[in-house]
């Protein structure tokens, strides 16, 4: 079983940059495609980003396609979503999800393990 905890959201005007993390314990972090999804008040949670298990494969949210990168770190359990060009849209609490498997999934029912969520706001 996992346990992940994210970090790095906060406020940033439009055009700005953030780099969210998720840190990750217990069961082996490299055993796990990992995502990105993201909430807005009001609206379904949807996908932003994934990766496999090692690193060689991404996919991304046209939404976001361009303007995110998602990367990881198997020795340090970490995985990182570099945000640049912010807009207001993309204001939301964004999650860091687990799943096993070995497809880069954009369903969230198909992740197992979750984060609590940090929140990122973007102003115009």
């Known amino acids: 079983q996992a346990q992940l905890v994210e970090s790095g959201g906060g406020l940033v005007q439009a055009g700005g940059s953030l780099r969210l993390s998720c840190a990750a314990s217990?069961?082996?972090?490299?055993?796990?495609?990992m995502g990105w999804f993201r909430q807005a008040p009001g609206k379904e949670r949807e996908f932003v980003a994934a990766?496999?298990?090692?690193?060689?494969?991404?996919r991304y949210a046209d939404s976001v396609k361009g303007r995110f990168t998602i990367s990881r770190d198997n020795a340090k359990n970490t995985m990182l979503l570099q945000m640049n060009s912010l807009k207001p849209e993309d204001t939301a609490l964004y999650y860091c999800?687990?799943?096993?498997?070995?497809?880069?999934?954009?369903?969230?029912?198909?992740?197992?393990?979750w984060g609590q969520g940090t929140q990122v706001t973007v102003s115009s």
């Open positions: 999800a687990a799943r096993s498997g070995f497809s880069l999934d954009s369903d969230f029912r198909r992740y197992n393990y």
């Open positions: 217990g069961r082996t972090f490299s055993a796990y495609v």
């Open positions: 990766i496999l298990q090692n690193g060689s494969g991404t």
